[in-house]
């Protein structure tokens, strides 16, 4: 049950990261970069953020990078 709990969230997180791409019309959402793009979460999930829409924003590698300078990242990187 748990892992198919964990299968199920990880699809479901899959799709809304594809989702929140279209809905920044695939460019980085603080520079316009089209390329490298990663969906970040703007609230992090340790500090009480959720996987839904409203708390994911497309942002391109370098960007991420200098937004986030938290060294020690719980969530694997791709
Ligand atoms: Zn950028």
């Not at 479901?12 to 809905?23: A, D, E, N, T």
């Not at 990078?65 to 990187?77: E, L, V």
Request: aromatic share 8%.
């Amino acid at each position: 049950m748990i892992e198919f709990l964990s299968w199920h969230t990880s699809c479901y997180i899959k799709f809304f990261k594809q989702v929140c791409l279209v809905l920044d019309q695939f460019k980085c959402r603080v520079c316009g970069a089209k390329s490298k793009l990663q969906c970040h979460h703007i609230k992090p999930r340790a500090g009480g953020g959720t996987d839904k829409l409203s708390n994911l924003m497309t942002l391109h590698e370098a960007t991420a990078r200098k937004g986030r300078k938290t060294p020690n990242r719980s969530s694997k990187a791709e």
